[in-house]
């Protein structure tokens, strides 16, 4: 066995609130350090030589991948003004382009179909115009990532940001679509993409500060320096974000500033921009809204999705203008047995999407002309299948007479649809495509219900192929288990091309809805954060539990995994069951939790209180962080084997977290066998580029096939 890398310990020594703690590894934090480069190196190579053997697997999952993916393909055009916009993928090529061609009849919105077979030098659809080529932006960089592009009201030029380092500082720049040449305008350390105004001559955009947190919205107008931009709003209090967008109906330009229990919403009129924003409803701590201008019962109003009464959240209006929550009228009232998560406006209807019993729903709401009974219809785009995800996609126009809708499942490719508001019809615009012959009927899908130790039921999303549990259908098999369970963010049933090579060689994969995310509604995010908190790492325990319990594996053949706050939930069931693991996944792990919280100068720390406490100030949350924190409760265990996978640009959670977790557990679990693989040109995503995303998902998936015990097994089929 090759020797790992073993990091020096230089102990710093803290007390807070009567607790003494020492760190051995805080030194790695130095990114420009050199024996901290060479230190990530070093382990990257100790990882490499330790999975030589799974080279060949590696290999063979990323031709799979490759050869189940359509690589030139096309997306469904979206009708913006005169235009339909698509994308378009090429093979061998990374990133691929975005297009457009003009709409030939404004009555008509079915999609056009471009030509599938279309070469790279050749149109999809007559009078294709190529707006931006991102292989060409991306060209001389390990890293690109488009943060964002929007054109103008009058059509005419194009915003794009982009970040060449995997930092999400964005650069941005202005294209003329006629003459393809770039406006002397440059905006730099910029957040994403910008917001134009109801002309051409300016657009917002959003900067963060130092802690890297978005504080500022800026207005900035063509042909002037960055310099002289106009500041339009600052948020001062550390734990808000801001944001800028528009109204659909691009009446308004809207700027938001959340926490996260709290929401403010600041308003300009787009056809005054040098108005004063003014304040729709002052923050009130602990009441969140979100708003959408529309046109309800035949008068301008705004909707408001919050929850001023009940937390599963409601739906109203109020006037366009400033209103106190004791003003907002309901159209949807609170309901406990629905989370409300977003509402969309049109010129006569509106979108909800919701979620009920752990299932996503989009529904629509028929808009007449009485004040006193706005709503005509309230019906439900129906989809088969109890683990289907659906949601509303790309629909800009206010006035369309179609919605964009999607759906996935586990074994379902996704696919996307128009519902025809007039007729209810519902049309199958395109199914993603999966070569090689693959039939979503030779798997199967399932729903189980683990009991958490509080007698809590946990629902479990499960997909097998047909046939891989023996004749009569109950014997154990491998499992791949995921888990995320923070920001009441909802890991739906999803389809993947790259889990058909885990599938197809006989494993099965499970995703464990745990407390903190939100699959079953807002109190399922409630009931795992903070204080509560640990019911995140019970819940996904039980869930390994559960499927050694009712047989569908043994303790040995569980892989888990998480990626981000999904890492912490890897890190921290790790110390508390590592028997009921044969291995375990974290990506891009925020498992040094005590320590970030610790220092409000990092990135995100300061907003982060409302979720996990702030041990600074808060001598409960400090003893409470303490004891699940990752880092701070390694033992010497019989951990089982752990990949730790983290990007050296990450700005969310740094790289550091990762790899002081990895030094520990070398140094208080001699025994255990833990890789760290580090990113040298990527951020809190990973690398970019389609090719390698799967290069560097098939290494993943080869280290978990290898665990589950599945490494030589053939495809079945084959």
Known sequence: MPVPPSAPRHPVTTTLHGHTRTDEYEWLRAKEDPAVIAHLEAENAYTQERTDHLADLRGAIYDEIKARTLETDLSVPTRVRGFWYYGRSFEGRQYGASCRVPVADPDDWTPPQPAADATPDQPALPGEEVLLDLDSLAEGHDFFSLGGSSVSPDDRLLAYAVDTVGD??????????????????????????????????????????????????WRHRLGTAQADDELVFHEPDGRYFVGVGRTRSRRYVMIAASSKTTSEFHVIDATDPTATPFCFAERTDGVEYSLEHAVVGGQDRFLVLHNAT????????????????????????????????????????????????????????????DPAAPVTADRFVEFPGELATVGAGSNPAFEQPTI??????????SAVYDHDLRTGELVLRKQAPVLGGYDADEYEEHRLWATSVDG?????????????????????????LYGYGAYEASIDPYFSVARLSTLDRGAAFAIAHIRGGGEMGRHWYDDGKL?????????????ARHLVETGWTTAGQIVGEGASAGGLLIGAVANQAPEAFGGLVAGVPFVDTLTTMLDATLPLTIPEYDEWGNPSDDPVAYARIAGYAPYENVA??????????????????????????VARLRERAPQADVLLRTEMAAGHGGVSGRYRAWEERAFTLAWILDRLGLAERPLLGS
């Open 168 to 217: 999400e500082r964005y650069t941005v720049r202005v294209l003329d679509l006629a003459t393809r040449a770039l406006h002397d305008d440059v905006l730099t350390d910029v957040l994403g993409g910008v917001t134009w105004g109801a002309s051409t001559d300016h657009f917002y955009y959003t900067t963060v500060d130092d802690a890297w947190r978005p504080d500022k919205v």
């Open 310 to 369: 009940g937390p599963e959240f409601e739906l109203g209006h109020a006037p366009a203008s400033p209103t106190a929550p004791a003003d907002w009228q309901p159209l949807l009232p609170h309901d406990l047995a629905v989370r409300l998560e977003d509402v969309d406006a049109f010129a006569d209807h509106l979108v909800v999407q919701q979620r009920s019993n752990g299932s996503s729903q989009v529904r629509i709401l028929d808009l007449g002309s």
């Open 404 to 413: 964009r809708v999607g759906m996935t499942s586990l074994s379902r490719p």
């Open 456 to 480: 809590v039921q946990v629902p479990i999303s499960l997909v097998v192929r047909k046939g891989v549990r023996g004749a009569a259908g109950t014997d154990p098999i491998p499992v791949h």
């Open 531 to 543: 204080e509560h908190k640990q019911h995140t790492f019970d819940d996904f325990i039980a869930s």
């Open 636 to 661: 010497d265990l019989p951990y089982p084997a752990i990949l730790a996978e983290t990007s050296l640009n990450d700005t969310r959670v740094l790289y550091v977290e990762a790899a002081k977790w």
